[in-house]
């Protein structure tokens, strides 16, 4: 490894971005796939209130590392929605789109550690021999001793093991997966050139040195992935929070994929109404007329870890 990429593996290592400003460092890490929808507040609300209620601070990072999924404007007004439903974070917004360079070293040390490998599967390839896991296909492990097209496109790959990789989440409870059996080697840079959210997520979390992830249950099954890339690049685990999701009518998951409404930053009491609702905390009817800012006033008071329920797996 040369000097330069040393340094920036331990400056991505050691967390020096931020300076800590509290005990509890927690965030909201919408993606800005499209604007923030009712199951997406229950996140930012969720995540918020855990963090105001014992006094510590609350970021936000604008996950814009996938443009193709992107939608022009959407940064913006996840932003403007957040302000106009009085939820107000602390320092500057960090965007993914400007840390690239960190990325690219934390990758390069699982390279010179040989952590990670490249893979030329293509997409038909891989559909075609990959079993079907409960999280989708399960990478067979076909470039594991060096990708089987050597010259052209490759993505790069985290080599699994099928060691328990478990936590305790607070609403949700003891969780854990076999990585290798159960998700395969998963790709931490793609062909593309574009870096995936499992390695993005952890560089920045151990970077803005966040101490709690508070975000939805879909991302429950993420985690023990996430936890391996933070073992594996020396960084604290943080502790976990899944929130219960939002569901349609049909019993479906709310999200960008499924069209979700954008929130009407006009309706900002009812907004607010359904996303306590869902986290279990029900404001009294005199807060009716009140602004944003008493509402969440009185829910930092109010908060507690909602309850699991079966319905929300
Ligand atoms: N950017 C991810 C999303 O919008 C969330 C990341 C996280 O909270 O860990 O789904
Ligand atoms: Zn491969």
Known sequence: MDDVSEKRGLEARTGAGFEPMSAYVGRFAPSPTGPLHAGSLVAAVGSYLAARSVGGCWLLRIEDIDPPREM??????????LEAHGLRWDGPVLFQSSRLEAYQAALDDLIARDLVYPCSCSRSEL????????????YPGHCRSGPRRPEGR????????????????????RYGQRLEQEVGDFVVRRADGLFA?????????????????VRGEDLLDNTPRQILLQRLLGF??????????????????????????????????????????????MP?????????????????????????????R
Do not use: C, M
Not at 72 to 81: E, F, K, M, T, V
Not at 201 to 210: E, P, S, T
Not at 264 to 272: E, F, S
């Open 154 to 173: 490759y993505a790069w790959r985290v080599r699994t093991d099928n060691d328990l990789i478990a936590f305790e989440d607070r609403r949700v409870g």
């Open 72 to 81: 022009a404007g959407a940064s913006d007004r996840i932003l403007r929605s």
């Open 127 to 138: 559909t075609a021999s990959a079993a079907i896991g409960a999280f989708g296909p399960v």
């Open 284 to 312: 009294p009817a005199d807060l009716r007329k009140a602004p944003a800012s008493e509402w969440l006033a009185w829910a930092v008071a109010h908060w507690r870890v909602p309850q699991a329920d079966s319905s929300a």
């Open 236 to 281: 604290l685990t943080p502790t976990y929070l899944h929130l219960p999701l939002v569901r349609d009518a049909d019993g479906q998951k709310l999200s960008k994929q499924t069209f979700a409404e954008a929130l009407d930053d006009a309706q900002v009491t009812g907004n607010l109404f359904a996303a306590l609702h869902v986290l279990g905390l």
């Open 197 to 213: 959210y499992q390695l993005a997520v952890v560089v920045d979390d151990a970077w803005q040195g966040v101490t709690d992830v």
